[in-house]
């Protein structure tokens, strides 16, 4: 191969080094009017009167507009349209925009913002899952499963009471993970205009143009053929540009009624209102093992504080109990999880959505299984591995699985036996797995059709146009659909030219999450691909009076792989075909296998393929400060085929780099101002400099390798690579933390503050350890009894309405993501 | 009740004459505008980005007389007579900079919104020395929030074009 599995430099890397890049504050239009939101003060409250009369009336000010103007409610998943771009009565977290304003400049918007007058009736705030349990009302919904709980899940697959009786040890570990953001560089920006016969054109710095085209295309009630969503390049994503947002919304309504073009650009502390970020998740974990390490079960229970709306929260609530099950054989599992609304900014789907939170815990919670059963930790984690095309007992089908070469890469490339429990004291190692979809098997809104499709139009010239919906978030998605049409037509990636993250030109890709863009889009340009191929070869061999099958498309040429300078160039190749059948265009398409997780619930966790991924990550430990350096990190993960090396290296690195921040000081802070104030919640750090993130002091040396057997599922066997390595980094640290210090901080970050706390504790003989004591009571539903497939299970449960193996359209079985 | 009404875009009382990208360039504004916003706003250089405003990000960073800046927190009324040099100036006829092909090359710029930035402050480094240690080139870039490569690959791409522009003044 000529292009796949070259590291080469990405199809758009010009324009990124010399700021040609056009993101969506770049853009200038005439006659353009700049919008600013107004955003409530308070964490919840009713709106009892709003007054703009004075902001109307001030000189620049074009248009007013409040939740009257927008009531029609959206959301990204069809379960929880619990959204409005403008709240009409109701605001539900310091942030909440209650109105905006479109002027002539910027600042007369901002200026006019102080002029609308908002009376507010104060409500309980309801800060964390566990007030929201204990506080029924006010309800922040009126929606949702009772009081302050969004939703609750119990599925039990197998006996798992049996499981824990077959057991020689029982382990019951509590964790926290906290929550924390995105924080892409880029502030969200959009610019909505209004063609002259009234269709309506939005840029937008989304990671999901197609989702965007639904709620704008339902909130406006206007055609989705009158609308077109075009992503601009996102300045980084990570899942916080992937929900429908009300500035999008608000802009486009303003465009519409203006017939002008209208522009906003949030601020960086509005960027933290918008979050839809991790989750702060508690957890509990009991499993019970064999003296060998085998599990015999496991019951994890999950407390998520989902903040103010719906957003992917359900798809979350799934996530935090789906993949537990992907990495180690699990013979028995339950899971229950319950999300609860709380008056924060909404969290949502951040890079590994939902599965991070459990992935830490099970993960410090096998550290100390192996320790307990005196076991080195790798070894334990190779005696359980899930293997290829096992299927799960919440019957998940795996496909290549190489978990268990991944953990002998890192043992082997970081020395790990010559280190574990032998490094001087304040050093330490530790290590973890993770395993991650190859995209959602689902989509969000239930429906047959394909998650991606890809257009490829050839012309006389030679050139190859390639348009699919694909949006470019900055991982490389305009690089693989490059690369595999290059490769299957001979060409070079710059002789391609892409139309992307349009809705207008290209066909539905469903969008930047869920690591679905290499499986899905790339299958799909793959297929459209070798279409054109077959037809160009036709006339091509005709023309060379040999048979098609001899053809080879290399080095921009159709030629006679038996006689190499018989052939013609791809330019004339494309005239041969046009001439022979017409004007030259195919398409192609990708469908997600359907899955035999039958079980209502059972929408949230398959995937084509999963990604699997083991990491040591090496500290140092200052006992006297409890100060963590990191000084090298060791990753592998199994990848399939690395499409373009050098991106899925910085894939690798970036997801490090990410679980770094998040394991040592990302957090998602909040704080209730003094009661002689308003008592509000409010963000701790709602700015750059105060929520911390590593910088390039703080970054230690990674060490990367690559497993690739390809993946018969995967375009040249690629599998997902810009969430799975994320998921060990924090982990990895808390074990190594362990390692360093003999203490276990079971909680996220790890903070230097929570290990002085954990020594201290040490210090006094009681237990080394910081971290939750207790799961608070929640009334579970009972659990729907999925037998495993080892017990004669169909994938349905027992006591459910049975459901047919082809699924009919219905909104509780949309969940994705 | 209160009422401030501040100066508005269109009142564009200042003006400046500034070496840009080595072009002499004259700029009228609004005098409360920051160098970032004149230059993305008034001069049509967008090249240049923003990701808070408030000195935190770095992403607004520029050259001023040769030296790393960060154009959020500059009145561009500082910048009278100065030169400033952005990352439309960084290639020559065309051409681009060692460090931009190596960036392009090696990975460097994942999302490119920080890269801009980056690439102007990694020249303000590379001419001020020529053979920066891997420390010092965590040292120089540690004003500049990369939410994408984990910096590895950027540190690998200036080494690189360190090893080109001397191979370049060898020749």
Redesign the interface.
């Known amino acids: 191969m000529r292009v796949i599995g070259v590291p080469r430099?990405?199809v758009?890397?010009?324009?990124?080094?010399?700021?040609?890049?056009?993101?969506a504050?770049?853009i200038?239009l005439p006659r353009m009017a700049y919008c600013k939101l107004l955003r409530s003060p308070h964490p919840h409250a009713r709106i009892r009167k709003i007054d703009s009369s004075r902001a109307t009336a001030h000189p620049?000010v074009y248009l007013v507009l409040s939740g009257k103007d927008l009531p029609i409610e959206y959301g990204i998943l069809p379960v929880s349209e619990d959204e409005q771009a403008l709240c009409v009565d109701h605001v539900r977290h310091v942030g909440d925009p209650v109105a905006a304003v479109i002027a002539?400049?910027?600042?007369?918007a901002f200026?006019a913002l102080g002029l609308i007058d908002v009376e507010y009736e104060m409500l309980t705030t309801i800060s964390d899952p566990e007030e929201a349990l204990a506080t029924p009302a006010p309800r922040i919904h009126d929606y949702g499963e009772e009081g302050n709980i969004h939703k609750r899940v119990s599925l039990e697959f197998g006996d798992v009471e049996q499981g824990f009786a077959d057991a020689d040890e029982v382990f019951e570990d509590t964790f926290f993970y906290q929550g924390n953001t995105?924080?892409?560089?880029?502030?969200h920006a959009s610019v909505a205009i209004k063609d002259p016969e009234g269709k309506l054109t939005i840029w937008s710095s989304t990671q999901t143009p197609h989702y965007l085209h639904r709620a704008l295309a339902k909130v406006l009630r206007m055609l989705p053929g009158h609308i077109r969503v075009i992503a601009t390049?996102?300045?980084?994503?990570?899942g916080g540009k992937s929900d429908p947002f009300n500035h999008e919304i608000v802009v486009a309504k303003a465009a519409l009624l203006l017939d002008r073009p209208v522009k906003i650009c949030l601020?960086?502390e509005e960027v933290f209102y918008c979050h839809r970020g991790r989750h702060p998740v508690l957890m509990k974990f009991k499993t019970g093992v064999k003296k060998d390490g085998t599990i015999t079960g496991m019951h994890l229970q999950t407390l998520i504080d989902g903040g103010a709306y719906g957003s992917y929260g359900v798809a979350s609530t799934f996530y935090t109990g789906a993949l537990q099950t992907t990495t180690y054989h699990i013979p028995r599992y339950k899971f229950q999880g319950c999300r609860t609304f709380t008056n924060k900014p909404p969290c949502g789907p951040k890079r590994g959505h939902g599965t991070v939170q459990p992935r830490f815990g099970q993960e410090v919670q096998l550290d100390k299984i192996a320790e307990k059963l005196s076991i080195d930790p790798a070894d334990l984690r190779l005696r359980i591995a899930e293997s290829s095309n096992a299927v799960t007992a919440n019957f998940f089908r795996l496909s290549v699985v190489n978990l268990s070469e991944c953990i002998r890469r890192v043992v082997k490339n970081s020395d790990w036996k010559e280190k574990f429990r032998k490094l001087p004291e304040g050093r330490g190692v530790g290590l973890a797995c993770s395993a991650y979809l190859t995209g959602a098997g689902l989509p969000i809104y239930w429906n047959k059709m394909p998650h991606s499709g890809v257009h490829i139009k050839f012309d006389r010239g030679g050139g190859v146009a390639v348009f699919c919906g694909a949006t470019e978030?900055?991982?490389?998605s305009d690089d693989v659909l490059a690369g595999i049409v290059a490769e299957v037509l001979g060409l070079d990636t710059f002789d391609i030219r892409l139309y992307t993250g349009d809705t207008d030109l290209g066909p539905v890709d469903l969008g930047s999450y869920s690591s679905r863009v290499t499986i899905m889009a790339g299958n799909a340009a793959l297929q459209a691909a070798e279409r054109g191929r077959a037809i160009i070869a036709e006339a091509v061999a005709e023309r060379l009076a040999i048979p098609k099958e001899r053809l080879r498309f290399a080095d921009k040429r159709v030629f006679d792989s038996a006689a190499p300078e018989k052939g013609v160039t791809f330019g004339e190749a494309v005239r041969l075909a046009e001439a022979r059948f017409g004007t030259i265009g195919t398409m192609g398409s990708y469908t997600p296998p359907k899955s035999p997780a039958l079980y209502k619930g059972g929408g949230v966790g398959p995937s084509p393929t999963y990604s699997y991924t083991a990491a040591v990550v090496e500290v140092i430990v200052n006992p006297a400060t409890g100060w963590i350096t990191v000084p090298k990190i060791w990753i592998a993960h199994d990848i399939g085929c690395a499409l373009n090396p050098?991106?899925v290296?910085?894939q690798v690195?970036?997801?490090?780099?990410?679980g770094l921040g998040e394991a040592l000081m990302e957090e998602q802070e909040f704080r209730r101002l003094p009661k002689k104030l308003s008592h509000a919640l409010v963000h701790k750090f709602p700015?750059?400099?105060e929520y911390k993130?590593p910088?390039?002091?703080d970054?230690p040396?990674?060490m990367t390798e690559l497993i690739e057997e390809p993946d018969p599922r995967g375009p040249f066997g690629a599998k997902e690579v810009g969430q799975g390595p994320l998921l060990p980094i924090m982990p990895a640290v808390a074990n190594a933390v362990y390692d360093a210090v003999g203490v276990r901080i079971d909680e996220v970050p790890i903070t230097p503050e929570k290990i002085m706390k954990a020594l201290a504790e040490k210090k006094a003989s009681r237990e080394p350890r910081f971290g939750p004591s207790h799961f608070p009571h929640v009334d579970w539903p009972e659990a729907l009894r999925v037998p495993p497939p080892w017990e004669g299970g169909d994938g349905n449960a027992v006591n459910d309405v049975p459901r047919p193996s082809k699924p009919k359209p219905e909104k509780e079985k949309v969940l994705s993501s | 009740m209160i009422s401030i009404t501040l100066p508005t875009e269109s009142q564009k009382s200042a003006h400046i004459r500034l070496r840009l990208n080595g072009e002499e360039t004259d700029v009228s504004f609004a005098p409360y505008k920051t160098l970032l916003e004149v230059l993305r706003e008034d001069l049509g250089h967008t090249g240049t980005k923003h990701g808070c405003e408030l000195g935190e990000c770095g992403a607004c960073a520029v050259l001023v007389e040769g030296k790393p800046v960060l154009s959020c927190l500059l009145l561009a009324l500082e910048c009278d007579k100065k030169s400033v040099l952005t990352v439309e100036g960084l290639g020559t006829d065309g051409k681009l900079h060692p460090l931009q092909d190596a960036f392009a090359d090696l990975g460097a710029a994942q999302c490119g919104y920080c890269t801009p930035a980056i690439l102007v402050t990694a020249k303000a480094l590379l001419d001020q020395n020529p053979n920066p240690s891997r420390d010092q080139i965590r040292e120089a870039l540690s004003g500049n929030l990369c939410r994408c490569t984990g910096y590895q690959q950027i540190f690998e791409a200036v080494e690189a074009a360190i090893v080109k522009i001397a191979g370049e003044r060898n020749d």
């Open positions: 430099r990405r758009d890397a010009r324009a990124k080094v010399t700021g040609q890049t056009r993101f504050d770049d200038v620049g002539r400049e910027e600042l007369t200026e995105h924080l892409p560089i880029e502030q390049p996102n300045g980084g994503g990570f601020t960086r978030i900055g991982q490389g050098t991106l290296r910085g690195e970036g997801s490090v780099y990410m700015s750059m400099l993130s910088t390039s002091l970054m040396e990674v």
